[in-house]
Nanobody, 124 residues
Framework: QVQLVESGGGLVQAGGSLRLSCAASGRTFSTYGMGWFRQAPGKEREFVAGINWSGGITYYADSVKGRFTISRDNAKSTVYLQMNSLKPEDTAVYYC?????????????????WGQGTQVTVSS
């Protein structure tokens, strides 16, 4: 089992940057694919970015491609989401998630473990 704790959210002006972190418990972190999702009020939870077990393969939603970067440090059991050029439409609660098997996935239903979420608010 994996427990995930996100941090790094906050309030930022449009055009600014934030880096989210997700710390995982357990010694098997490197066997999981990891993903970041977000959920805005009144909307479904949507995929943002995914990364495979080694960090060698990443995948992004079109809406964040070129602005966000996902990475991981298996020695620290942590996955990151660097968010640049933030827009008001990026405002949401951001969740990290873990998927057994080592590969990333873009569907929320592929992920077994979720963090509690961290709020990101981008003002215009």
């Amino acid at each position: 089992q994996v427990q995930l704790v996100e941090s790094g959210g906050g309030l930022v002006q449009a055009g600014g940057s934030l880096r989210l972190s997700c710390a995982a418990s357990g010694r098997t972190f490197s066997t999981y694919g990891m993903g970041w999702f977000r959920q805005a009020p009144g909307k479904e939870r949507e995929f943002v970015a995914g990364i495979n077990w080694s960090g060698g393969i990443t995948y992004y939603a079109d809406s964040v491609k070129g602005r966000f970067t996902i990475s991981r440090d298996n020695a620290k059991s942590t996955v990151y989401l660097q968010m640049n050029s933030l827009k008001p439409e990026d405002t949401a609660v951001y969740y990290c998630a873990a998927k057994p098997g080592g590969h990333y996935g873009s569907s929320r239903w592929e992920y077994n473990y979720w963090g509690q979420g961290t709020q990101v608010t981008v003002s215009s």
